[in-house]
Nanobody, 117 residues
Framework: VQLQAFGGGFVQAWGFLRLSCVVS????????MGWFRQAPGKEREFVAG???????TSYRDSVKGRFTISKDNAKNTVYLQMNLKPEDTAVYYC????????????WGQGTLVTVSS
């Protein structure tokens, strides 16, 4: 399984970006797709996630109401639509987290999001 994340960039506060994570080589739908981020000097943290089978979503409290995670089955792509604040500046990573004993965890490369005040 390979994940390719893109869509990062530079925006001003309250601007919008949409990140995309293209998944290839997946033969099972038993995955939880997540977006994580890591700011300079900080630990990587969970941002949002979606269960590929059930479409159940979850978000960290600080992004609720501003970020939306979604997926397109036909394109094997997971999206993160973001309305951004400066504190959202970080490298964003997508991940496919296996939910069964036959699935493993996979990570994509990061994409940098920079938000100016």
């Amino acid at each position: 399984v390979q994940l390719q994340a893109f869509g990062g960039g530079f925006v001003q506060a309250w601007g919008f970006l949409r990140l995309s994570c293209v998944v290839s080589g997946r033969t099972s739908s038993n995955y939880y797709m997540g977006w994580f981020r890591q700011a300079p000097g900080k630990e990587r943290e969970f941002v949002a996630g979606i269960n590929w089978r059930t479409c159940t979503t979850s978000y960290r409290d600080s992004v609720k109401g501003r970020f939306t995670i979604s997926k397109d089955n036909a394109k094997n792509t997971v999206y993160l639509q973001m309305n951004l604040k400066p504190e959202d500046t970080a490298v964003y990573y997508c991940a496919a987290l296996g939910l069964g004993s036959s699935e493993h965890n996979y990570w994509g490369q990061g994409t940098l999001v920079t938000v100016s005040s």
